[in-house]
């Protein structure tokens, strides 16, 4: 499949994407995605961040499998998250899951620093080499547990979380700047909600549920040894 192909299929799903967020426009607040956003994965080649077996389906509007029993997310569940983030082009952003590099990658579109967080070695190196063949040099990719955030580089102005735990792991909440924005999907199994959390000049954490969603666990808060890559 040519270039061109995968240009024409991106276009028709962010195409899709503007149509379809009228079905959340009252739940997230507005009725349209943030021009950045959308240019932002415009820009950024899905097919690139997929394995090759499912490249040809790279433009669907559905989660693909990324191997290891994880998922890449749905375009528009990754459009309507960036959105709520708001990320600002001098932004420090943490990433919790880094899968292949997808999210990573709009991101890096949209911030100044993006610190990305994966808990799977291979999935960790390949998403590595995707970002790097697409010349993003605004991320760094550690393998870590997630849930412990990357305490190095905090605090965020913005954190996103692409795994459920029950409740918002306290390291994010004080890993996150105040005045900063969370957004992460957070309860169990069968009745998980999309939060948006932001922290006030004072440390005061707000949370307002946006809609309900289905996301991988976020594994547990035991701490593994970590590896720098």
């Known amino acids: 499949m040519s270039v061109e192909f995968f240009d024409e299929q991106r276009r028709q799903l962010i195409a899709a994407i503007r149509a379809d967020i009228e079905q959340v426009a009252s739940r997230i607040g507005k009725a349209a995605l943030d021009k950045r956003v959308l240019g932002a994965m415009t820009k950024v080649p ?7 077996e499912v490249q040809s389906r790279a433009y ?7 191997g290891f029993g994880k998922t890449i997310s749905q375009p528009f569940m990754v459009a309507v ?7 600002k082009p001098d932004d420090i952003v943490l990433e919790i899951g880094t899968g292949l590099g997808y999210q990573s990658a709009v991101l890096a579109e949209l911030a100044g620093q993006v610190y990305s ?3 799977i070695d291979e999935l960790a190196q390949l998403a590595i080499q995707r970002l790097k063949r697409q010349g993003y040099t605004n991320v760094e990719v550690r393998v870590a547990n997630g849930y412990l ?5 905090a605090p965020f ?21 105040a005045g900063g924005r969370m957004v992460i999907p957070v309860g169990l199994p069968v009745a998980q909600q999309l939060l948006v959390a932001e922290k006030d000049q004072n ?6 549920e946006i809609m309900p969603v289905l996301f991988s666990l976020l594994e547990g808060s035991e701490q593994p040894e970590f590896r720098a890559s």
């Open 46 to 52: 899905r097919h690139e961040f997929v394995p090759a």
């Open 60 to 66: 669907l509007d559905t989660p693909l499998p990324i």
């Open 81 to 87: 998250m960036t959105d709520l983030l708001e990320v």
């Open 117 to 119: 967080v994966e808990i």
């Open 149 to 153: 955030g990357w305490p190095e580089h």
């Open 157 to 177: 102005d913005k954190v996103i979380v692409t795994a459920a735990p029950d409740l918002i792991p306290t390291p994010l909440i004080n890993q996150l700047k």
């Open 203 to 208: 440390g005061k954490l707000t949370t307002n």
